[in-house]
């Protein structure tokens, strides 16, 4: 068939910068070399030689330079003394007819509270522990030096935001790791509270520069209102920088979460007010070849609950000194000037200045700015994420268990030497260990030995025993349904496995839109047999629209808006085009054609849509005059999905363990809510299937089955399954 070439412009993404609904610019394209050139970049800052002297004199650059700089007691002084915080306290006495005074002392305390400190003694033991511990489970902390050089020569003039992506706990250590390593005033660190009642572990966490905030105060309005002077206090008035997680959470699936806007919001009102010319915010990217939580994670995601932070705990996780976690990845985007993005002037900041401090809160036309901000920090974060050869290992894994294939090591090799030449293609940066190939794989593998390991070359799952789970989890205590050993047994590596595909999510899922439309629309073409009706322009015209229905779908899936699905669409689709996945003629009619590229880029997307079409096959069975809660959908979705798991003989495709992992299916839930398919009674919380007129459940249901009927695997009974069944047979 002959191919149209697509031509390609503006790539797969940008830097920083721009106001909204601007496409990457030429020089945005520039400031991301990809490829191994990019690698380069990385250096290993606990290699021996390496390594920062923790007793070295510290004169770091500061985020903002004054005249006079605060020390922390200073900076609480500043906030109680503010007129801002008078002004509040006077407005609450008149309100609650509580003495001015009484409320001061409240006032005094909360901002003790939530105060950070900074002790350079602490800080240095810390860093030595910190390099002694990397040095022995670590195969490096491997930071973009030319990135931090980058952001480090742009920093004196105005306040900046470090915003790191969220996978571990270790993300916020490396932080300011690496801040001290390159002569950075470390910032202060938002943390929670649960941190804060550490016995030992919140003073000293306080002492490193530290602040803490309760996990919700939405019905303390004066806790509120003096947390968020004080981080005004912090931005405005003070030098450090602020750290703090958009994504206000670890995601125990390794995808970025949907941005909450609440930190940001209060971060960027002196910049809205005028107080400050610009804010600086450095999206940051962190990557680990294994995450330290993996396991706790994929129990989590099953339902168990999260064990609570403790000192005790603490220390009873270093027994991780006796494992092996290979490389840590730390990359710093190009930095976002909010000024530029917003395209404001000072006058139209200034306006807000004058107005009384407990009503200095963003109006919806700046909240909307705010969110389209931190749309552009997810995406920025996710674009720099390090794939590593792991991370491509297990997605050509998962490809191969759909197909009921097993892959020795040089199926393997050459698969996931493919991926990364179509990775760096879209404009990934990739991982892997100079030499042979064969040997990154090898050491990879024994990086995640609980997970795969090879037998007889051929690469498994390592057996999970369903007795030795039965024995570790209190089935009491789970969040949904009480899921059986067995079930566990199956659900476990899967899960584990699929945590280390999600991060490719970023650079498939639009790709895999566009395949299935292709699918679609091959398939709508060969029924019609008209093809008089078709031209180029039309086939292209309806890619276009089943891409963008997907991308409604799947949009809190996968936080991938950034105003440049047009670039990224041409991108996709010659990508399609050069791997001889897709045919396009000039006469418009296309092909698809079923080979290993095509294999695993479905392969990445099925899980997502067996979960969802499993949710709303739920759904359907409820009855529409029905309420429930979130929890009592959790238990069904999880009693619906563990009976088509043990089903013998197999089962249909569109069932897959991924289907039982709580945070994903919460995730769906809510997409659902917001796409009008649930109702959700802000009362009660419960929830409602919403009766005619309104979305329908059932027309859905349809469209996600269809869905699932062109990917290309005709049953979906993955060696996973069958190697779990026969383990459980044997014990």
Request: charged share 20%; hydrophobic share 40%; aromatic share 10%.
């Amino acid at each position: 068939m002959e191919r149209n070439p697509v031509t390609v412009t503006g790539g797969g993404g940008g830097g920083g910068g721009g106001g909204p609904g601007c496409e990457p610019s030429d020089q945005e394209e520039k400031n991301v070399p990809s490829g191994a050139d990019y690698m380069l970049n990385f250096k290993n800052i606990i290699a021996p030689g390496n390594e920062a002297s923790m007793t070295r004199e510290f004169n770091p650059q500061v985020a903002y330079e004054f005249e006079k700089y605060l020390n922390p007691l200073k900076l609480k002084q500043h906030v109680l003394k503010s007129e801002k915080l008078r002004s509040i306290l006077e407005h609450y006495a008149k309100e609650s007819g509580q003495p001015v005074k009484q409320l001061e002392r409240q006032a005094k305390a909360i901002i003790e509270e939530i105060g950070l400190e900074r002790n350079m003694a602490i800080i240095r033991w810390c860093g030595i522990a910190i390099t002694a511990i990397g040095k022995r489970i670590c195969d490096g902390f491997y930071v973009n030096s030319a990135s931090m050089l980058n952001v480090r020569k742009d920093m004196g003039k105005c306040p900046v935001l470090y915003l790191p992506s969220h996978r571990s706990y270790m993300d916020f250590i490396l932080m300011s790791y690496i801040c001290y390593y390159y002569d950075i005033e470390i910032p202060g660190i938002a943390a929670g509270m649960d941190f804060h009642s550490m016995f030992g572990m919140g003073t000293m966490l306080r002492k490193t520069g530290a602040f803490f905030m309760r996990r919700s105060f939405s019905n303390d309005e004066l806790y509120w209102d003096i947390f968020r002077e004080y981080m005004y206090a912090l931005v405005a008035n003070y030098h450090i920088g602020v750290e703090f997680f958009i994504e206000g959470t670890r995601s125990r699936n390794f995808k970025a979460l949907v941005p909450k806007i609440g930190l940001l919001s209060m971060a960027l009102l002196p910049y809205f007010t005028g107080e400050v010319p610009d804010v600086m915010i450095v999206p940051v990217s962190v990557a680990y070849e294994r995450v330290l939580e993996e396991q706790l994670f994929v129990y989590e995601l099953l339902g168990v609950p999260k064990p609570k932070e403790s000192t005790k705990g603490f220390f009873k996780a270093l027994k991780i000194i006796d494992e092996r976690f290979g490389k840590m990845f730390l990359d710093f985007g190009e930095p976002i000037s909010v000024k530029e993005f917003f395209g404001h002037d000072s006058s139209q900041r200034m306006q807000r200045a004058g107005v009384g401090g407990h009503l200095q809160k963003l109006n919806r036309q700046e909240v909307e700015l705010v969110k389209q901000l931190a749309n552009e920090i997810i995406y920025q974060q996710q674009r720099r994420i390090v794939i590593t050869t792991f991370n491509l290992l297990s997605l050509y894994y998962a490809s191969q268990l759909y197909a009921q294939k097993s892959v020795n090591i040089d199926e393997l090799s050459r698969g996931v030497l493919h991926l990364k030449r179509i990775f760096e293609q879209l404009g990934a940066h990739v991982s892997t260990r100079p030499g042979s190939i064969k040997a990154d794989i090898i050491d990879a593998v024994e990086i995640h030995a609980n997970i795969l390991h090879f037998v007889s070359a051929r690469l498994q799952f390592t057996p999970m025993a369903a007795k030795q789970l039965a024995d570790r989890i209190d089935v009491k205590r789970l969040k949904a349904h009480a899921l059986c050993p067995q079930t566990m047994a199956v659900a476990v590596p899967m899960l584990a496995l699929q945590l280390y595909v999600n991060p490719c999510m970023f650079w498939l899922a639009r790709p895999a839109y566009l395949l299935l439309a292709a699918l679609k629309e091959q398939r709508s073409q060969e029924k019609s047999l008209d093809f008089s009706n078709i031209s180029y322009d039309s086939t292209l015209s309806a890619l276009h629209a089943h891409v963008t229905n997907m991308d409604a779908l799947f949009q809190h899936e996968f936080i991938i808006e950034s105003n440049r699905e047009a670039a990224e669409f041409e991108t996709h689709l010659q990508l399609l085009l050069d791997e001889r996945v897709v045919e396009v003629a000039k006469s418009g009619r296309i092909r698809v054609q079923d080979n290993e590229c095509s294999h695993v880029i479905l392969a990445a997307l099925a899980p997502f849509l067996c979960l969802y079409y499993q949710l709303v096959v739920t759904l359907r069975k409820i009855p529409l005059d029905l309420e429930f809660s979130n929890k009592d959908l959790l238990v069904r979705v999880q009693k619906h999905v563990e009976q088509l798991l043990q089903q013998p003989g197999g089962t249909a495709f569109h069932v897959h363990p991924y289907c039982l992992a709580l945070d994903n299916l919460n995730i769906a839930i809510y997409a659902l809510i917001q796409r009008g398919y649930l109702l959700k009674s802000r009362d009660s919380g419960q929830l409602k299937i919403p009766g005619t007129p309104g979305k329908c459940l059932e027309e859905l249901e349809r469209q996600l089955l269809e869905y699932c009927q062109l990917m290309p695997f005709a049953q979906y009974s993955t060696a996973a399954n069958q190697q779990a069944q026969f383990h459980i047979a044997k014990l």
